[in-house]
Every structure is written in C-alpha cells, then in structure tokens.
C-alpha cells in the first residue's frame, strides 16, 4: 500500500522532535544534578576552622575600624575650624603625606627645600584618580591612572599630560603645642606670620576650613 | 476637535501597527510562527542567547544576595567572604561575572546583526528602540554592578567614569552646562564615592534595573512574538521551519551548549584573572590609584578613544551614537540591506580592534600604556 508522502513527513518529524527531546531532556537532567550540587552546597552553613573564623572576625573589625576613621574624619571636618595634617619635621620633599581635605577628597602634603609645606589637591584634574605621592627628579608626581605629571612646585601639568588644569594648592596654618598659629599660607601662596624655620620646628601642619570655604 | 480626533485615530492606528493586538492568540504566537531559513539564520538565536544568560545572572544574582553585604566597610569583605569560604562561593560569583559579560556580547551582536538584517524596518520600530533601550540597560548593569565588590580598580574606574560624565558639562551650552555635575552628584550621593553611591549603585543594580530590564523586554518579546521573525534578507529562500516546536528545541541546544561552556568557564578561570592582584584590593582612599585601572572590557570602545581623542571630539561621537541609535528606523530607512551589513561589518571592525588592541594602539600613539 502506497504510503502517504505528507504523513511520511509528519512521522519523520516526529521522530526527529522525539529524538531532540529525548537529547536535550537527557543533557539537560545532567547539566541540572551538577548545578543542583553547586547550588546546594552554596546554601550550606560553612564549615570554617577556628583559624578561618578569627581570621574572618579580625579583617572584619579591622575594616569596621577603619570606616569608624573615615567617620571621624568626616566628622572632624565639620566640627573643627584647623585639622591635622602631620608634624612639621615629618614632611619630606619627596614622598607626600595624603590626608582627606575638608570637602572631603584626597590631598598631600610634601616640604620645600627649605622646609616650608606644600599642600596641594591630590585629586587628578584629568580625571579624578589620586595622584601618587612619590616625586621624580625633574620634581613632579605622577597620576598612574592616565599618565598625567604635575610639578610640585607650581601644581601645574607638565605638557602632554592629558590633565589641562594645575593641582590646586590648599591653604595651610603651622601650629605649635599651644594650639598658637605661627605661620598661615592661603592657597595663593600668600605667609603671614614667623618664616624662621628654626622658630617652627616641632610644630604641626594644619589645613584651615576658611581656605577651603574661600575655594 | 474632528482634527484632534484624526490626530488621535492616526496614532492608535500607527500603535496598531506595530504592535498587533488581533494576533496575540495561540494560533499565531505559536503554531503558525514560522522562522525564516537563509545564511544569516544564526543570528535568529542571539536575542534568545541574551536573555539565557540574563536570567543565568538573575538566578545567581539572587544567590549573591544571600552573602553579599553593601556597605564600604563590608561590602570587599563579603566579596571574600563568598569566593573563598562559601561553598561553591567562586563558582557562583564567576558565572555571575562571566555570564555578564556573554550577555552584554550577545546583546552587541544581537543589535547588530539586527541592523544588518535591517529587522528595524516598519512596522518593528518598537521592537528596535526597546532593544536599544535594553542595550543602554545592559552597559548600566555592568557599570552598577562593578562597583559593588568594592575593590581599588572598581572604586577608581567609577570615579573615572563620574568624572567623565561630571567634565562633560563644559561643552554644553547655557543651563545644560549643569545637567553632568547634578547628575553626577545624584549618582554619587556626596562630596566622594563613598557608602551613599554604594547604595545607590546596589540598589540600581539589584532592584531598578531589574524591573526596568523586566518591564521593557516584556515589551520587546511580546513586539517580537506579534511580528514574527524578521525576513532579513532581501532574496527570500522561500525555506522557513516552525518556531514549534523546532526553532525553540535548537533554541533550547544553544542555551544547553552555552550553559556547559560557561560552566566550565566558571569552574576553571577565575574572572579576575586578566588583572594584577593590587587591583583587587580593598578600596583605600588614603593612597595613590593603582596603575592599571580600567572599566570593564564592554566600556573599552569609548575608554581608549577618551585616552587618545580630544575629550569634546568623543563627546560629540558618543551623543552621535546614542541619537543614531534611536534614530535607526528612520535614518536607515531607505538604505539597502547590503549596505547596512556594510556598516555592520564596520561598526564590528571597530569594536574588536578598540578592545582587543586599544592597550597596543595607545602604546603606539602616546608611548606607555593608559
């Protein structure tokens, strides 16, 4: 009996769906245990030795702690009119000190050769990222994100960075034990008060709230 | 008033068109779908293979949250806390970021290959713009979603990337000048990234975008599913298969094989792998950024240009993009299928060689790497 060219279609389809479905159901019931064993273990209660647990505890707290800092920073900023940056004798002319200015982003301070501070924004002007505080024998420091350099000097990008505008300079007060300002300089370089570095050492270098509200 | 009421009949007849109400029945959607057979007949399976692993990655975003904790003091910790101790903690945490990455892959080759198979052409307007908005909504996924382990390359390429829109005021004219800065200070939450912006980005990433994505791919498969499967070439072969059960059992193997190599993929190579260690390290706001600081690879056609170009000049292209984009369907309307696979294969052309040798071409022009 002639077969039905159109049914002969139909049940090669079949067969062929059939088959897929058979193919796919039988990877997929394999590809699902082996995800059901990940899956499930990932809701376990993990099994931790007591090293693991303290080392856990101890990063925990010590990243707790060092919110608590950034808190009191921020705090700090708000409460106070001066905030400490470093001790005078501490700076060096060629690895800054990075402290948090008082709108809160990243700021350095380094020495001159004569031991005066140099306090400028951290803050790349190209991008943002925070400039290394290492300086090279012409003088500059170097953003690693985007290859800018700035002279410590003049706060300026040295040319062919791809940073067009200079590090702005903060305003700085040295402050002795007794809490009296001896030395200030705005952020246009203008001193007022003693410029006898003998006279200054061991005071502190503090960045002033009213330089940073003039900016 | 009769104006107003043609007006109005214009509109809902042109709504009707495009999206085709009378059809939403099983007989249309299901037994009678045909897809089309001819050369480019692949590419039918990439708007399937997205959203596979869109839903790989609300499955094991899901399980992340289990774990994950945002806060900055945290946040890097849980991170830790989930790939080294968790058990099976890396291997859903790396098919989480490499399912995000296959994802964002197929949606560019999807758009793509749509464009080249000019399957934008009236009346699938709806189709191609929430497509495009789905794009949009993918590349802020993985913007949102970097951020959120809180490490120093995650931290400084947002800071980057905020800055970059914040800079982008400057070329704007009158009130617009101001729009980057309020809008990035509405990103950011505060003076500096900080817990306000890991919030915001956790909750973009977690709970917004989600229910955008849900709501506009609702929208773009019910579009898909009223028109049919594009033609997509412009010699028919006259050979076509039914969607059911055939197209949706290959359908079915694609997602099978793509879930067997990621699988693999995740068991064996870390995600992190492709940077140094340092980059990985908790953010650190007192200290330099570490060198190396890049966004993730999808971002890499618009990064390397903003190293090399004027920064004014990639503005302009980029808000060029986006408007072409949009504006598709009516730009390219007239343009033959041959040459829109010409522009295809250029937009491709430019989009491997920027991520693959954007380092060896900065290297090349500027001495040094980005």
């Not at chain 1, 064993?37 to 376990?44: D, H, P, S, T």
């Not at chain 2, 495009?18 to 089309?36: A, S």
């Not at chain 2, 709970?207 to 929208?219: D, E, N, Q, T, W």
Request: hydrophobic fraction near 45%; aromatic fraction near 12%; glycine fraction near 8%.
């Amino acid at each position: 009996m002639p077969v039905d060219p159109k049914e002969d279609v139909d049940r090669e389809e079949r067969r062929v769906f059939l088959k897929a479905f058979g193919g796919i159901g039988a990877a997929l019931f394999l590809l699902s245990m082996g995800t059901f064993e990940k899956i499930f273990g990932f809701f376990l209660k993990q099994d931790l030795t007591r090293d693991q647990e303290e080392h856990i505890l101890s990063e925990k707290i010590q990243r707790l702690e060092q919110t608590a800092h950034e808190k009191k920073l921020e705090l700090e900023r708000l409460d106070k009119d001066y905030i400490l940056v470093a001790s005078l004798d501490s700076l060096s002319p060629v690895k800054g000190i990075y402290f948090i200015d008082y709108l809160m982003r990243p700021a350095m301070a380094f020495c001159d050769d004569d031991g005066f501070p140099i306090v400028l924004s951290a803050k790349c002007t190209h991008l943002g990222c925070t400039v290394g505080n290492i300086v090279d024998d012409k003088g500059d420091i170097l953003c690693p994100c985007h290859m800018s350099r700035f002279s410590i000097k003049t706060g300026a990008p040295v040319p062919g960075s791809p940073a067009k505008a200079p590090l702005p300079f903060l305003g700085w007060a040295i402050i002795d034990k007794n809490k009296n300002i001896l030395l200030t300089q705005d952020p246009h370089g203008k001193r007022q008060g003693i410029t006898d570095m003998d006279k200054l050492s061991g005071s502190s270098l503090y960045v002033l709230k009213k330089y940073s509200e003039e900016a | 008033m009769p104006e107003q009421k043609k007006g109005l009949a214009r509109m809902l007849k042109s709504l009707g068109e495009r999206l085709p109400m009378d059809k939403f029945d099983f007989k249309h959607l299901v037994m009678e779908k045909e897809v089309p057979v001819h050369k480019m007949s692949w590419a039918y399976y990439l708007g399937g293979l997205t959203l596979f692993f869109f839903l790989v990655q609300v499955v094991t975003g899901i399980f992340l949250l289990f774990y994950y904790e945002p806060t900055v003091s945290d946040a890097h910790a849980s991170v830790e806390f989930i790939t080294r101790y968790v058990k099976n903690g890396f291997f859903i945490r790396n098919l989480h970021a490499w399912a995000s990455s296959c994802m964002i892959l197929c949606l560019m080759a999807h758009a793509i290959t749509t464009f080249a198979m000019k399957a934008f052409a009236r009346p699938r307007e709806i189709i191609w713009s929430s497509g495009a908005l789905l794009l949009l909504l993918g590349f802020t996924f993985g913007f949102t979603g970097y951020l959120l382990p809180w490490h120093q390359i995650a931290v400084n390429a947002t800071k980057v990337m905020l800055q970059s829109i914040d800079r982008s005021g400057q070329y704007l004219p009158g009130v617009l000048a101001g729009v980057p800065h309020y809008l990035t200070q509405l990103i950011q939450g505060g003076p500096m990234i900080g817990q306000a912006t890991l919030s915001r980005f956790y909750a973009l990433h977690v709970v917004i975008l989600p229910l955008l994505v849900a709501g506009i791919l609702g929208l773009h498969l019910l579009a898909v599913q009223l028109h049919g499967m594009s033609q997509g070439t412009d010699k028919p072969t006259g050979k076509s298969e039914k969607f059911f059960p055939f197209f949706i059992l290959k359908d079915l193997i694609v997602w099978g094989v793509a879930f067997f190599i990621i699988f693999i993929i995740a068991s064996c190579l870390p995600f992190e792998s492709f940077s140094p260690f340092p980059l990985f390290q908790p953010f650190n706001a007192l200290g330099a950024t570490p060198e190396g600081i890049k966004p993730e690879w999808y971002f890499y056609f618009t990064y390397y240009p903003l190293e090399l170009l004027p920064f004014w000049l990639v503005m302009i292209g980029l808000t060029a993009t986006g408007v072409v984009l949009f504006l598709t369907p009516r730009i390219f309307k007239n343009t033959s299928r041959p040459m829109l696979a010409v522009i295809a294969w250029l937009i491709t052309a430019y989009l491997v060689i920027i991520t693959l040798f954007g380092s060896f071409i900065y290297a090349l022009v500027k001495g040094g790497h980005p």
